[in-house]
């Protein structure tokens, strides 16, 4: 079974930098798995960050980017404020055919203090 | 502005059937991928469905094949999701949602609707 991998918490000063990734439990992130991250603050829909691994989404600003790290895709905010304290999802594309399409990572709370 | 509205959320007994919707409006939707995501309130997200842009193919999580069934109709703008044989744990936020076209991941989102599955 395939299982997409987050810290399930972080915490980071207001304007320093922190880096969340998404890994897999058997093999290494890459491209081809269209790694997106998308902010969802409680009760509200999430909102979509970065597609593609490190493509913005519109309006997003540019502190925060994607990237891969390793065997990993990652999340980087420079300058956190404190409105970046949220949930973060990743998800990996896994293709057609008998894998499941898409699948989601357990979440990092976000925590800017 | 892209609007997606979801409905068709309630409560429903374990065994019981439930049909969402949700409402698209501006873009062009019968030229893109839709989905379902959903959320059991205060945890993750989980994908549950997706389905091409002409309805041709449709892809399911594990956890809902065979009972949930995913269409569209382009012709009214409007994505659905037939759920049956709904258990205990189907309780969740369903998400409508937009991909984004060519980079399989999403964009918008709607509100959400709750499905609540008890007796």
């Known amino acids: 079974q395939t299982v997409v991998t987050q810290e399930p918490s972080f915490s980071v000063s207001p304007g320093g930098t922190v880096t969340l990734t998404c890994g897999l439990n058997?093999?290494?992130?890459?491209?081809?798995?269209?790694p997106s991250w998308y902010q969802q603050t409680p009760g509200q829909a999430p909102r979509t960050l970065i597609y593609?691994?490190?493509t913005r989404s519109s309006g997003v600003p540019d502190r925060f980017s994607g990237s891969i790290l390793g065997n990993k895709a990652a999340l980087t905010i420079t300058g956190a404020q404190a409105d970046d304290e949220s949930n973060y999802y990743c998800?990996?594309?896994?293709?057609?055919?008998?894998?499941?399409?898409?699948?989601f990572g357990g979440g990092t709370k976000l925590t800017v203090v | 502005e892209v609007q997606l509205v979801e409905s068709g959320g309630g409560l429903v007994q374990p065994g019981g059937s439930l049909r969402l919707s949700c409402s698209a409006s501006?873009?062009?939707?019968?030229?893109?991928?839709m989905h379902w995501v959903r959320q059991v309130p205060g945890k993750g997200l989980e994908y549950v469905s997706g389905?091409?842009?002409?309805?041709?193919?449709?892809y399911y999580a594990d956890s809902v094949k065979g009972r949930f069934t995913i269409s569209r109709g382009n012709s009214k703008n409007t994505l659905y999701l037939q759920m049956s044989s709904l258990r205990h744990e189907d309780t969740a936020v369903y998400y409508c949602?937009?991909?984004?076209?060519?980079?399989?991941?999403?964009?918008?989102w709607g509100q959400g609707t709750l499905v609540t599955v008890s007796s």
């Open positions: 949602v937009k991909d984004i076209g060519g980079s399989y991941s999403f964009d918008y």
């Open positions: 501006g873009f062009t939707f019968r030229s893109y991928t």
């Open positions: 389905i091409s842009s002409n309805g041709g193919s449709t």
């Open positions: 058997s093999g290494s992130v890459s491209t081809n798995y269209y």
């Open positions: 593609s691994t490190n």
């Open positions: 998800v990996l594309y896994m293709g057609t055919g008998i894998s499941q399409g898409w699948v």
